[in-house]
């Protein structure tokens, strides 16, 4: 896969993208990630990408030009049109379920904006999506797209180890993830969990499962509406909902 960023910031982008996993995937030939300075493709001798938005107000709104010539040096570039994403929140929030189509397509170009934002008339000649990470606004771009590169490049083939260091976690399969335990095996009092020390993977998974189920409930019950479950999973989801009220009443959480 290729992921492209057109950003104002190339060097804040390629710190965090030099390291840990994406890091490594990316020296290894697993995953290209390529900043690129919008500025780089302007026309103005001061390098200026931005100008004041017509109708008034405050702000920059960043200029069409810059960015159309960006993206059409790295069409050429990539011999291909790559599926354009600009970072907004605007745009339709970010899931792992998109993550994961995403991670399907060869070619990206995740556009950054700062200031105002971008001219619309951009958006509407080359975008073919916005995305935005949260119901929040942030200085820039930027932080969404490296976290589109996290979610979406962990997913390509040879970037993690083994398949099951994903499709285990969080909302991939519908409930948030069970919880996690090493060494020692008591810690402040707070013994792990016996079935885990078992060495019994039948019982370890049904336990897994079950705490997923059990999380998953009690923090986003939204989501068991789209999950994945069997009826060994609504016969407890019943159960723990039954037990709710006795919880409540004894004042335990």
């Not at 907004?88 to 070619?107: C, D, H, I, Y």
């Amino acid at each position: 896969m290729i992921i492209d960023i057109a950003t104002l910031f190339p060097e804040m982008c390629g710190r965090v993208l030099d390291e840990s996993i994406i890091g490594r995937a990316r020296a290894a030939g697993k995953l290209t990630i390529d900043c690129h300075d919008i500025r780089a493709f302007t026309e103005d001798k001061h390098r200026r990408v931005d100008d004041s938005p017509y109708g008034g107000g405050m702000g920059m709104v960043m200029q069409p030009g810059p960015i159309y010539n960006c993206f059409r040096y790295l069409c050429r570039l990539r011999g291909v049109r790559p599926h354009v994403i600009y970072l907004s929140p605007k745009g339709r929030v970010f899931t792992q379920r998109r993550a994961g189509e995403l991670a399907n397509m060869n070619n990206l170009l995740l556009l950054c904006g700062h200031y105002e934002g971008v001219d619309q008339r951009i958006l509407d000649e080359i975008v073919d999506e916005e995305l935005s990470i949260g119901d929040y606004v942030l200085t820039g771009g930027e932080l969404g797209a490296l976290v589109v590169c996290d979610a979406v490049g962990r997913l390509c083939e040879g970037v993690l180890p083994d398949e099951s260091c994903y499709t285990e976690e969080s909302h991939q399969s519908g409930l948030l993830e069970y919880p996690h335990y090493t060494r020692p095996p008591v810690w402040m009092g707070r013994p792990v969990p016996e079935v885990l020390l078992s060495g019994h993977h039948k019982n370890i998974e049904g336990w897994r499962r079950r705490e997923a189920v059990k999380i998953t409930l009690r923090r986003r019950p939204d989501m068991l509406a789209q999950a994945q479950l069997d009826k060994s999973d609504i016969e407890y989801i019943d159960a723990l909902k039954r037990a709710q009220p006795d919880r409540e009443e004894s004042g335990t959480t």
